[in-house]
């Protein structure tokens, strides 16, 4: 049983441009979240995805969006890069029909490792 | 406002000696508590978990922890340390409210001494 795969697994990007993540979540989960982990760090919460929508969002601009398909799947999206927003993104499913309840174990991704020049 | 504070950030041990990782957490709800492990380039690992049920919590790879509402605490122990423990811990908490976002303490690294 595959566990959350995520990618790409590393890439580098410039100032400015703009960068997708992908995020297939264990088999029968159905929520997303994404986090943001920079060197040295916690993750921080950046949003949650459950039916499609964004239901909690953490402190992030809109430059953070997001999607999830009617497969699960999700995808992260920066735009107008800075380089603080190099960092490693971490994906997390969980629920398998649990929803957004606080007691869900997540299962994570090895995450995306975005470096901005 | 709901936090998590991991007291250390770095802890050295040696060997088969006791390991202790510190977390207090500020309680608005009822709290579910967590301790992820993250070893380089893997993802984050369920060590264990708490959710209401009995407050001494046992976890994989002889880890346990006891959460304490009087101290608002949920601290890591291991009765003796391998060297494959060498790794980031990080306590997480989340609560049962329609926010329910989850919030990671800064993390514990811990190394291990031969």
């Known amino acids: 049983d595959a566990g959350v795969t995520q990618s790409p697994t590393h890439l580098i990007k410039t100032r400015g441009q703009q960068v997708t993540l992908r995020c297939s979540p264990k088999?029968?989960?159905?929520?997303v979240s994404w986090y943001q982990q920079a060197l040295g760090q916690g993750p921080q919460f950046i949003f949650q995805?459950?039916?499609?929508?964004?239901?909690q969002r953490g402190n992030f601009p809109d430059r953070f969006s997001g999607h999830q398909f009617p497969n699960y799947s999700s995808e992260l999206n920066v735009n107008a890069l800075l380089l603080g927003d190099s960092a490693l993104y971490l994906c997390?499913?969980?629920?398998?029909?649990?929803?957004?309840?606080?007691?869900?174990?997540?299962?994570f991704g090895a995450g995306s490792r975005l470096t901005v020049l | 406002a709901q936090s998590v504070t991991q007291l250390d950030s770095h802890v050295s041990v040696s060997e088969g000696t006791p390991v202790l990782l510190r977390c207090n957490y500020s309680?608005?709800?009822?709290?579910?508590l967590f301790w992820y492990v993250q070893h380089p380039n893997k993802g984050l690992q369920l060590l264990l978990k708490?959710?209401?049920?009995?407050?001494l919590v046992k976890g994989i790879n002889g880890f346990e922890a006891e959460f304490k509402k009087s101290e608002t605490s949920f601290h890591l122990t291991k009765p003796s340390a391998h060297m494959s423990d060498a790794a980031e811990y990080f306590c997480?908490?989340?609560?049962?409210?329609?926010?329910?976002?989850?919030?990671f303490g800064s993390g514990t690294r811990l190394s291990i001494r031969p």
């Open positions: 997390a499913s969980g629920g398998a029909g649990q929803g957004l309840s606080g007691a869900n174990v997540l299962t």
């Open positions: 088999s029968g989960h159905d929520t």
């Open positions: 995805y459950y039916e499609e929508e964004e239901r």
């Open positions: 309680s608005s709800y009822s709290p579910s």
């Open positions: 708490y959710t209401s049920a009995a407050t």
């Open positions: 997480v908490v989340t609560y049962y409210s329609s926010a329910s976002k989850i919030i």
